[in-house]
């Protein structure tokens, strides 16, 4: 995906020799979202002895309280913070970041198993060199004090990206079986290659003749067919069944993960498409066969539609597609609202004689030449901007993000991090194999 030509969401002054964790003149993505704001009215640096004297010139903080962390739920707001901080971290150069585990429960002890198990994931993810893991993070606790009482301080100490680091693409690419967070050198690839829409309509597209209530389908899921139950059934029994027919089918065809499967099949060389209203069965093998696997089958089972419903579920689902998502295309325009509405195609498929019953067809037909994002601020990648003593985390400009990505397949840094990481791996085989 190229960056050429003029973006609407970027402003002049950037330059392509910054270095990537100055990106000072980036602009915010998206004025109207909300990113907290990281101030010096912390106490922590003051009043606890050690902080104080940590030689970081990054240096960020968060409070969390002890249960919450220690919690067998994931705090997904916590969780989020922490990922944030560390992400402007790595996008300015690297630094610390202090996480303040208030009222901890002194039973759980100091081990740290607890936080490896809930961020070692995330944290991968945003090394988008392929680089080891030790060598960009390292978590401790604040060393006890000289009369020997504990601090319930977590350092973690974060290195600078080689390029950029993001903490979540919004955009997902295609398994067989399943859509997937995309790595960041996949991106890279992808937005390097130009890309060509397609003009061959979708194979998997099944006729709407077919679709008879009750039957099964001689069809199986792929990755760019897919199927979801949707009756009156599933909406009785959801949060949405107090809410009219058709204002409940948008909104559980939208949990349905709808944004993410479009950003896959933008990607597929012939689009994808999904049908809402049938129902996947699962038929367990005979005794007699215990050591069979299950097949799996799926049946007709339309949602009961008047003409009312069928044009308000269009309207309100091409009106969410288009005001939620970004589409920018391989020249870095973002597309149009009205261009935008051409991309995807709604249609209803009657599954009984009589017209009242309906499986509903979300339709990507064809390979978009760029990116599309599931949120209208596009990938979240931040960093921290400084004015006088005031700290703030903003995003990455779009523009910068996108050049920055596709500079990793060149990036020196990120070669030798690729080849560290394959060198590490084939150390950890060899004792295995031996």
């Known amino acids: 995906m190229k960056t050429r030509g003029s973006h609407k969401r970027s402003?002049?002054?950037?330059?392509?020799?910054?270095?990537p964790a100055k990106i000072h003149k980036s602009e915010v993505i998206n004025p109207e979202v909300e990113i907290p704001t990281e101030t010096n009215k912390c106490t922590c640096g003051d009043n606890v002895p050690g902080i104080n004297k940590i030689n970081e010139k990054n240096i960020l903080y968060m409070h969390v309280e002890g249960g919450t962390f220690y919690a067998k739920k994931n705090d997904k707001t916590f969780k989020t913070e922490l990922l944030q901080k560390v992400c402007c971290l790595r996008n300015s150069n690297g630094g610390l970041l202090v996480t303040h585990v208030k009222n901890r429960d002194t039973g759980f002890g100091r081990n740290l198993d607890r936080f490896d198990e809930r961020f070692e994931k995330d944290l991968n993810n945003m090394i988008e060199d392929d680089s080891p893991y030790w060598m960009n993070y390292r978590r401790?606790?604040?060393?006890?004090?000289?009369?020997?009482?504990?601090?319930?301080?977590?350092?973690?100490?974060?290195?600078?990206?080689?390029?950029?680091?993001?903490?979540?693409?919004?955009?997902?690419?295609?398994?067989?079986?399943?859509?997937?967070?995309?790595?960041?050198?996949?991106?890279?690839?992808?937005?390097?290659?130009?890309?060509?829409?397609?003009?061959?309509?979708?194979?998997?597209?099944?006729?709407?003749?077919?679709?008879?209530?009750?039957?099964?389908?001689?069809?199986?899921?792929?990755?760019?067919?897919?199927?979801?139950?949707?009756?009156?059934?599933?909406?009785?029994?959801?949060?949405w069944k107090d809410l009219p027919t058709d204002k409940a089918a948008v909104e559980k065809i939208l949990s349905c993960r709808l944004y993410n499967y479009i950003t896959t099949f933008t990607k597929l060389e012939k689009g994808g498409v999904i049908?809402?209203?049938?129902?996947?069965?699962?038929t367990e093998p005979p005794r007699e066969n215990a050591e069979g696997l299950p097949t799996y089958h799926y049946k007709v089972r339309g949602l009961s539609l008047t003409e009312n419903d069928k044009r308000?579920?269009?309207?309100?689902?091409?009106?969410?597609?288009?005001?939620?998502?970004?589409?920018?295309?391989?020249?870095?325009?973002?597309?149009?609202?009205?261009?935008?509405?051409?991309?995807?195609?709604?249609?209803?498929?009657?599954?009984?004689?009589?017209?009242?019953?309906?499986?509903?067809e979300v339709l990507v037909p064809q390979k978009f030449a760029g990116m599309v994002f599931t949120k209208k601020e596009g990938p979240f990648a931040c960093r921290v901007s400084r004015t006088g003593d005031k700290k703030e985390i903003i995003p990455v400009d779009l523009e910068k993000w996108q050049e920055r990505v596709t500079e990793m397949l060149t990036c020196e840094k990120c070669k030798?991090?690729?080849?560290?990481?394959?060198?590490?791996?084939?150390?950890?085989?060899?004792?295995?194999?031996?």
């Open 11 to 19: 402003r002049p002054g950037s330059s392509k020799d910054d270095p």
């Open 140 to 239: 401790r606790w604040l060393p006890s004090t000289e009369r020997g009482e504990y601090q319930d301080y977590i350092l973690l100490d974060v290195e600078g990206s080689s390029s950029v680091s993001t903490q979540d693409f919004n955009t997902y690419m295609p398994n067989d079986g399943s859509i997937v967070r995309p790595k960041a050198r996949e991106i890279a690839e992808y937005m390097s290659k130009s890309h060509k829409a397609s003009d061959t309509k979708n194979e998997s597209k099944i006729g709407g003749d077919e679709f008879k209530e009750d039957h099964t389908l001689p069809y199986y899921e792929n990755r760019d067919l897919q199927f979801k139950r949707l009756d009156k059934e599933v909406l009785l029994g959801s949060q």
């Open 275 to 282: 049908y809402f209203g049938v129902e996947e069965e699962k």
């Open 312 to 360: 308000q579920i269009k309207t309100d689902l091409l009106t969410s597609i288009k005001q939620n998502m970004l589409w920018v295309d391989d020249k870095g325009n973002t597309l149009k609202e009205e261009d935008v509405a051409q991309k995807v195609e709604i249609t209803f498929h009657s599954t009984k004689g009589d017209d009242t019953s309906y499986v509903i």
């Open 416 to 434: 030798k991090g690729a080849r560290q990481s394959g060198e590490q791996q084939q150390q950890q085989q060899q004792p295995q194999q031996q």
